[in-house]
């Protein structure tokens, strides 16, 4: 029976976001699969169609399931226009960009953690000696993945040009811009350095180790990076800037070949997704047995963390920061999510038993400088407010209230050990009362046991 079970649960997990078929690759702006009413589904094309339309993205894929089944999934636009227009599909390979930290590096710490090879409260010199120049001897992991260490935001503009080995060298290096723990600044170059500590803790290259460790066993077979995407993929790769150069992608988007970890994830919407939903699973205590975290383990993960200037992250996740206007209006605090600079987001709420992934190549053709994010909280807005969620029989309402004051109270006790504190505990910033119904608002013009 227990055999039985676990089968039966793999299933849920596996086939909810199944991949695309050669049916579906050859389709274009067309529902794969659809779970929604039809007004919400029209609400949500008109907005993806706007947003093709204005350029502010050739076109996009739109994932958006419960722990159970795809509620919506569909594949808009065009992948890329040259040499010719090439209509999209789910099969589109995209570049996750900052969704790589908590989805993959955060990740692949916590399966360490998880195994007792590490602990988030170790020091990053622990297990990188060369780390501890500089007054950088006590900071943590968790400090790390929370953007609290005091790390530098990216490596040297000199370093564009530079391989793995030199830019870890330099972070090695770099002095810290506060002492740790005490305010945040957001930072690619400490993920960077996480990819070694994840190395040097498994014995095997990050890649290699994200690969046997995640993609593998989630069935994601269309998940890379640069280093291990194959030539069948790369042609389905949607292009970040037209007549790009290798010097261009780089100072545009701080990428440098070779370099992963805070960005670098080449991968499918369905396949964000699967993992999307493996964390959703393990969030509200269902079996997800090819999903490599415990509901124990995905719960430390989560716990709001106050990290100043009145902004709550998790282990590499954020919840309720400026980086996190993704949610939208609808949704209760106590999810989690990420955005991505290449007009990519992902966010999981367990009490509304929702995980949505948008994926689009917002840089492409020419970088208007448009942000997808007010039209991603708009998505979230709209499938969450026609969702029937929560445990079947259960008040909706009731559980995203839940959700939302257990986040505050823990919140505020995490702002309470806060070092700059000044006196009481800050208040973190409120969140409107779920709605049972959305009218879209006028846009808005991007992280531990």
Known sequence: ???????????????????????????????????????????????????????????????AASSQRVLYRKAYGARSYEPRTIPNDPATVYEFASVTK???????????????????????????????????????????????????????????????????RHAYEAPLRFAPGTSNEYSNLAFIVLTEVVARASGKPYER???????????????????????????????????????????????????NGHAGLLATAGDVARLAVGYLRAARDLPAPRFPLAP????????????????????????????SRNRGDVLPRGGFGHTGSSGTSVWIDPATDLAVVFASNAHYPDDKGHSTVPLEAAINAIVSARTRYAASGADPLAAARAQDAQFSAEAARSALGFPASPGPAPTPRPSPSPRTSFSPAPAASSPPP
């Not at 649960?9 to 695309?20: D, H, I, R, T």
């Not at 274009?28 to 919400?40: H, I, S």
Request: glycine letters at 8%; proline letters at 5%.
């Open 296 to 323: 124990q383990t995905v719960r430390a993960m989560t716990t709001p963390r106050y990290v100043g200037d009145g902004e709550v992250r998790a282990l590499g996740w954020d919840l309720d920061s400026g980086f």
């Open 102 to 168: 908590p989805a993959i590096t955060a990740t692949a710490v916590m399966i360490l953690v998880q195994r007792g090879v590490l602990r988030t409260s170790d020091t990053v010199a622990r297990w990188i000696p060369e780390f501890a120049q500089n007054g950088k001897h006590g900071v943590t992991i968790a400090e790390m993945l929370t953007h609290t260490a005091g790390m530098p935001p990216s490596f040297k503009e000199s370093d564009y040009g530079a391989d793995r080995a030199r830019i870890l």
């Open 209 to 259: 180790f994200v690969h046997d460790e995640l993609f593998a066993p989630l069935g994601m077979r269309d998940s890379f990076f640069d280093v291990t995407l194959d030539a069948a993929h790369r042609a389905r790769l949607a292009p970040q800037l037209r007549g790009e150069t290798t010097e261009l992608l780089r100072k545009r988007f701080g990428t440098v070949p070779g370099v």
């Open 1 to 63: 029976m227990r055999r039985l079970l676990a089968a039966v649960c793999s299933a849920a997990l596996l086939c909810a976001v199944a991949p695309a078929t050669a049916a579906d690759r050859g389709t274009n702006a067309l529902a794969v699969a659809t779970a929604l009413p039809r007004d919400a589904t029209a609400q949500i094309d008109r907005l993806v169609e706007d947003g093709i339309r204005a350029g502010d993205f050739p076109g996009a894929v739109l994932v």
